[in-house]
């Protein structure tokens, strides 16, 4: 299969979602694990889809905001189990979606500042006493 029919079938909406697809196709049909930017750009070109208009950032955003890629090492990128998966379940995106809420990440609640009773009165104290 060549990576022009591949993008063709699963019909991805965003540049993060062919990156990825890009990232599958390297992985499992050109028997590539690790990769760079450069490589899914020249990939891109051989699909015969429109440039990124900028490739690392894309990159930077499938690795850090959607987890579809991670780090390998030495500036190689890898993708992710839940980046193949959300490549499986293109082009229906109700099955996507689904894939997306259950693997979201948990943040954790910021803890609120404690505030120390003895700033507050030393203001207050230091307000009252400020010569006018």
């Not at 990156?19 to 750009?41: M, N, P, Y």
């Not at 499986?88 to 990440?105: G, R, T």
């Not at 500042?113 to 006018?132: D, G, V």
């Amino acid at each position: 299969m060549t990576p022009k029919l591949f993008l063709q079938g699963k019909k991805p909406r965003t540049d993060v979602e062919r990156i990825a697809c890009l990232a599958f196709f390297l992985t499992h049909s050109k028997d590539q694990q690790h990769f760079k930017t450069r490589d899914l750009s020249t990939l891109n070109t051989e699909a015969a889809q429109p440039k990124f208009s900028n490739a690392s950032t894309t990159v930077d955003n499938a690795t850090n905001q959607n987890g579809f890629l991670a780090v390998a090492g030495k500036g190689n990128k890898q993708i992710t189990a839940f980046g193949e998966q959300m490549v499986m379940a293109l082009p229906d995106y109700e099955k996507v979606s689904i894939i997306v809420e259950e693997n979201k990440k948990r943040r954790r609640k910021k803890r609120a500042k404690k505030s120390s009773s003895k700033k507050k009165t030393a203001k207050k104290i230091a307000k009252k006493t400020k010569p006018r």
